[in-house]
Structure formats: C-alpha cells, structure tokens
C-alpha cells in the first residue's frame, strides 16, 4: 500500500512511555495492602507535555500520583488535575498475579477494548468535552514482589484508517504562517500555555481570521468557527520532536475529526514548545488528506486499532529490576558499604575494604567478648563470621551479650552459636554467619574413653575451622580453653588475637607468626651471613627474627583445670561489665592494624612513642603486640613479649610434635598435662630453678654496723 | 619614642550573615536564592528543561506555617550514552497485530538516559546538596558504575576523584528511596574557599552568588554548565 496520487503515506511517530520509579513503588504498595490477590483493572492517569526540546521527543510518563489514591468501591478513580507541564491522559492498568498470568493476557482483546472506548468517545462527542480520552492508553504488568522485577507493556491505541490517511505538505509553521499570523499565533497558544484553565487541554482549534488575527478556540466551538469563515488549524500538543514527522495523537485526532465533522482535507498544528514558549521552528503545520471509511457507517463498527510499544525495535514487553531501591537486603548492603567508603574518602584512603569483607573471621566463644567481637566486626565491613560455643543462652546472658534477648533464653536455652549467628543476620541479613555448637578440649579436663570419639572428632573439626578461616578470635572464658586453639592457630600460621578478661582488667593481644613455616621476614631485610648464624644458634629454627609470643608463651606451667578446685568466689567469674566492650573493641581494631599492615602476622611490634615504630606510619596508627588495660586506673599500657621456645602452645617442639603425631599429641596432652611440661622443657627447667637455693639461713655475717632493734 | 595614637577605623560590611562567612547557607537564604537561580536558569538556558520548585509544605498533612519545606527539581535531563554496538536485528514474533503502514518505524538509536536532579536542604549541614538519579528509556535505574561510565566529560572524573566531591547513597528525604547524592561534608569547606576567592563586595546578591558558585561547582560533574550570561547577569 505505497503512497497515491495524492500524497504519501501520513506516518506517525509512535508514543514512548517513561515510568518513574515512584510509580512501580505506588504499585507494589497498592498491591500488598488493597488489592492483594484482586486482578480487576485499575484506572491510571498517565502525563505528557508538548515536546520542548529539538533532540527529544517527550514522553507519556507515569508517576507515583498516575495511581488512583482512593481506590474504593466502585468508583473510577478521579483524574488527576495536570498542570502546563503535565496533561492528564487517562489509561488503564491491568496487573497480574503471576507471570503466566502476564503473558497470557489477550492483548490483542484488551486493545481493542480501549480502541472501543475510544470510538465510543467520539462517537458519542465526550471527545469535544474532553479530548484527553484521545490519547487514552492500556498498560500491562506483572510485578514479582519477591525478586522486584516489573514486567510491563505500554500500548498506545491508534485507529486505523483505512485507507491511511495521507501527506500533502507538511512544514516548519515558521515557514507555514505570514510573520504576523506567527507572531499572533505564538501569542495565543502562550496565552493559551499560561491559563490553568486551558493550560493541559491538549487539543484544540486555532482559528486565523483574514486580518492575520489568531483565536484559539476549543474543539467543542468548531461549528462557530467554521460559521466564521476562518482558516482554521487543527492543534493538538506534539509530543515528537521530528521534523519530517507528526506524534501518535494526532492519529486518533484525525479519526476523530473525519468521524465527527466529516471533513476530509484536514490542516493540523503540531505545538511543540521550547522553554514554555510556542517554538514555531519547532512547530509543525500540515495537510492531510482522510477519507473516512465504508465500514463506519456500521454503527457496531469499531475500526481496528494499533499501538503496542516496541522494546528496542520488538515486539516484547519490558522487563525492569528495583531490588536496588526496593529490596530491603540490598539497601543495608549498599548502605553499609558507602558507609565504609565514606570513611576511606575522608580519613583513611588506604583502607582496603575488599580484603575486610572477604576476610573469613572464627570466634572462639560466643559470650560477653564474642558477641561484641563479632558486632565490631560487621561494622568494619566483615562479611563472615563464624562463631563456636558449646553453651546455651542463659537468662543472665542478654545484658551483657550484645547479640541475645529474652526470647533466645527462654525454654531451656538456645545454643549461643546458632542464636548469636541468627541474630547477626537480622542485623545485617547480608552477612554470612554461622554458628558451630561444639566444646573446646581442653588440657586438664581428662577425656574418658567413651568419650574419647567425640572429643577426637571436636579436634579434628577445630583442625579443619582453623585451616579455612583467616583470622581467628581466642574469646573463651577460661585458661586451658585457650591451649588447643592456640596451637592449631601456630600450626597454621593463622592470625591470632586473645581477649581476657580479669574483674577490672583485660588483655588483647595478637600472636605471633607460627614457629614452622617460611615466613616474609627474610625477604624484608638483607640477612647476611654473620647474623643468619648468630640467630641459629638461638634458636634452632628458619627464622631470622624472634618471633612474637603467644598468650602462653610467659607461662611456666602448662594448662590446667583451673575450674576445679577454685573457691567459690573464683569460680563465679565477674567482670565490670564495661570490661568486655573495652577489650572486644580493641581486639577488633587490633585485627583491622594487622590485616592492613604491610608484614601481616609477621608485625613487628609496635609502642606509642617508639623511636622504632615510627618508620612504619600506618595510618591506622601503631600496632602494637599486647594491650593490658586496667579499668581502675582508666589506664592502658602497652606491652611486648616474645615467644618462649618452651611455650606449651606455640614452640617449635610442640608443634611439631603435633605435626608428627596429630590427635594422639592432643589427647596425651589433655589427658597428662604435665606431658607438655616435660615435652617443652619446663619440667626441667622448674628443676633447675628449684635446685638453685639461697643459703639465707647459714648466713651469720652480721654487719658490725647493723643495730639490733 | 613617639607614641602615636592610631585610630583604626573598622568598616563594618554588612554581610548577610551566613554565606561568605563559613561556607554555609540558611534555610530562608536557600529558598531565596533556589528562585532566584531557577528564574535566571529558565530564562538563559535553553539547552536544558526547566528547574521547578517542589513545594512539600505539606506533606506532613498540615503547612507548618511560614516553614519553608521543599527541594529544586530538575527532571529529564537526557545524557547521551556511550555507544554500545547493539546490533540486535531480531524479527518481531508471532503477535497478529496489523502492519501498519502509517507507524514510524525509527532506529533505536535514541538511546540515551534521564537524569533527574533535586536540589535539597540539609539543615544539618547547613548547605545545599545534590541529589540525583538516572534511568535508562525503559525504566531501568542505573547504578553508580554506569552513571560514572556516561558522564559528559572528562573534568567529570576528575572531580569524582578529588578531595571534595564524593558520591554516596541515601534516602531521598522527601521521595523515600534511595538516590545518589554529593555528600554535603566538604561542601563548606570548599565554598568558603570559593567565596573568598571570589569578588565579595556584592553584599546584597550573596545569596544568589552564594547558590550560582555552588552550582557552577557540583553541576561539572554532570556537565550541567551554566552559561556566561547567567553567570555576567548576578550584580
């Protein structure tokens, strides 16, 4: 169907939608709370301007107030009132409850439904009342509430005439109208622009009397005006901003206009605007030529229609995701993370907050220390935390341990590690918690056989908890806990921090590196031959600097069963509560020093007003070795020890050991605790120290000078 | 040794109060200068849509009387994207719909992004802070990675990187969701600096002078520019 003699085919530019964000908010909203599972379809008030910018054309847009706000029995929702910059088109929305629902709808039905209504309206001539029903449109959507994906597809109903309408000019209307028909014309639709009466009426008459004078007039006058005799225009707001084509309302405006008043050469006005004044370069002037179709006489007729949107050229609907700004999970996450960034910007620019949220932290103990440990850590920007205890939250618990309430007490008791790791999420559910609910073998505390299985197994999975984490927390309450952890962690060369807790005073301190593996430190200084020879002859390992030590390695007696045998006093372990925060703060901060240091677990240590420390400028500031703090003094002294070649935890013998012979080392220890003191010496050593007497008594020597008192 | 008197005589400028001072704005200065900025924008800036004053006095169900509550608004500011090879020729499917000779059939290569833009008070701050988000045609929101990729220039980058602008996510104080915006902590600082740089003898425009500066600032980042005659027509 090529162009005639009369012109060529009219082609129009199809409409665009824009939906706002605030529209598919409104929607999810409207959903949840009124309409739940109610599918009836739902009238909506779409908004568009005359197009005001030469490189873009305006769009149909859908805002949060394109929804009805009182959607109530049976009455259709009120069109929202435009404004100059926002007409009022009224539309229809049909949403879905499934997806299937979605694509199976009949689209090709429901066009024709509002193709219907269109036809209707002009019919009837509620089009000459309010000519926004021209443009009216249909809307399809499904929204998935739970993945925030909005599925949805504009169509834009346009009768078709048949045969098309045709072109016979069409120009610039600078180029149409004698300088003063532009001059009154532009004059009048500013006029016409700036009352808020006419202001969002988006079709009407321009009437052009012989003396170049310009009236606008609304559609419902037309009869008047061609009474007068004037050369009318038929203006509609043109939302497209093309110079060699009119926009899609015009489509159903022409149909309208050969309907009603039979007319069949038709002169249009395109309005296009530029800054909120008539642009008349801008503007389109143009002859059609309609001619109406057999068919309409039928009163049943309804002519057909098109206008579904394409996506990108096709034929499919459209598909968004808002999780960004709807999914509750994804909002703390990105929140969180420009949090942390803002702290990079502003103060700390080296902070590596990758390496923070992919370091895998265990905490040893689920209590005062873990639980607080483990909320610092979040807020640092770590994502995976592990968490192990034995226990059950008691009812005395959630005071002083920041991740239980009432609720994880009650029948019985949760097991700390689950309900700690639980409640971790609901803080944060984008973090990946997990709660591991086994007990420590401990030195001191014999193993029966029965239970020998179990607690082997217990050893086997620290083994593995240690191996697969990065950074591990020693956060339990009591001595001997501390012994197995230890090891393993100087086994794997893990980075360590201890926290203990005395009433009124605590310790935070990090590990040193583990006695057996290949350490960095070589490669930072040049270790000529000389001193590579003086270090190995004290100790009898690789390394080239001491090592730092652990939380045993100032001990001369191995891990006992310090819990037996107590009097009742020390067996109840109270701490000034404000003990805990104090020392699980520092453990953390301690933790982000090291991760961010240049020599890791291999650090050396630092003090507050070294002449050493200060080649090392870290911006998070010096890291020390230990931490002693003594809340009765609000005083915190900073301390260094370094590692004992007979250290029942960390020393190369015991390690070793543990290397060679695995579990049946740990149970020799557990079961014979004095095993480790032979083992490392200390047996000997205690000998020693004890054979070595002060002859006070045989001392007679009285220094004459002396006076007896 | 002479003592010679000096009488000093201490010309006191009548500054309005806030802006030249320490960096910062009052609220009723802000409305103020929003109007002033907006008329002097829609009037020499053709390039771009139109600033309109959302006025939000009564949001919270009653006007709050003489309160001044709402934000500048800049919407659909349309920012060409990078071009992407999309050659997805694909046929359209099965649907019975008619062909229809008279539907334009145009080339996707329309494709660009809107950018809407709200200027908003922070009384914390004590300054004005921009906000902003952008969509491409179909809806979709942008994330910060492909808003930074389509910036207009490359003094854009540079600002992104330097001291003062840093770009960060927050609840969009009047809409609820989250936008981006150009964190407001610096602000002070720089328009202080920007101040005194500046010529100060134009006590009574400092408000105008005070809102156009910081414009002229956060608005490079997203080419906003504003033209010379706005900038010639302060004074």
Known sequence: MAGNENGTVLQFAPFQSSVDEGFWHGLSSLKLNKLKTDESPISITGFYAPCSNPQVSSHLTLLTESLPTEPSDGHPAETSRGNRNKCSVPGILYNTNTLEGFHSLDKQGLLKAEAKKIWEDIRSGKAEEDSSVLTRFLLISFADLKKFNFYYWFAFPALVLDPPATLVDLRPASQWFTLEEAESVSACCNEWRMSSLTADVPFFLVSISSNSHATIRSLKDFKACQQDGHKILFAFYDPCHLPNNPGWPLRNFLAFISARWNIKKVQFLCYRENHGFADLGLSLVGEALVQPSQAWQDQQHVPNAVGWELNKGKRVPRCINLSTSMDPTRMAVSAADLNL??????????????????????????????????????????????????????????????????????NGGDFKALAAAKSLRRIFPAVEAEGVVMAIPMPGHPVPSQEEHKVLDDCRHLHDLVESHDAIFLLTDTRESRWLPTLLCANANKLTITAALGFDSFLVMRHGAGPLTATDESKAEPVSSLSAGVDEMSLTQSDSKTRLGCYFCNDVVAPVDSTANRTLDQQCTVTRPGLAPIASALAVELLVGILHHPHGISAKAEFGNSLDGGSSEQPLGILPHQIRGALSQFSQMILVGHSSNSCTACCPTVVSEYRKRGLDFVLQAINHPTYLEDLTGLTELMKSANSFELDWDNETDYDDDCVEI | ??????????????????????????????????????????KFNSAFPEWYWIDCSNRLGFAAHGVVDGYLSLQNVFIRRSLEEEHDEGSSNDDDELFDDATLVQSTSD???????????????????????????????????????????????????????????????????????????????????????????????????????????????????LPFEMLKSIG
């Open chain 1, 341 to 410: 960034k803002l702290m990079r910007w502003r103060a700390l620019p080296s902070l590596d907050l990758s390496m923070l949220s992919s370091t895998k932290c265990l905490l040893l103990g689920a209590g005062t220390l873990g639980c607080q440990v483990a909320r610092m850590l979040m807020a640092w920007g770590v994502r995976k935390i592990t968490l192990v205890d034995s226990g059950k939250v008691a009812m005395s618990n959630p005071l002083r341990q920041s991740l239980y309430t009432l609720e994880d007490c009650l």
């Open chain 2, 111 to 225: 494709d660009g992004d809107q950018y809407h833009f709200h200027v908003v008070y922070s009384p914390s701050y004590k300054v004005p802070v921009l906000y902003f988000h952008a969509h491409s045609t179909d809806g979709q929101p942008l994330n910060l990675d492909e808003i930074e990729k389509n910036l207009p220039t490359k003094s854009a980058k540079v600002l992104l990187e330097s001291k003062w602008t840093f770009i960060t996510q927050e609840e969009h104080p009047y809409l609820n969701r989250p936008w981006y915006m150009l964190h407001p902590c610096g602000t002070n600082e720089w328009m202080k600096l920007l101040l005194l740089a500046g010529d100060n003898s134009m006590a009574t425009n400092g408000t105008e002078q005070y809102f156009i500066s910081w414009f002229s600032v956060v608005g490079q980042v997203f080419g906003l520019k």
């Open chain 2, 1 to 42: 040794m002479n003592q010679t008197v000096s009488i000093v005589i201490l010309k006191v400028v009548m500054v309005s109060d806030q802006e030249t001072c320490d960096g910062s704005l009052s609220l009723s200065d802000f409305r103020i200068a929003a109007n002033a900025f907006t008329e002097k924008w829609n």
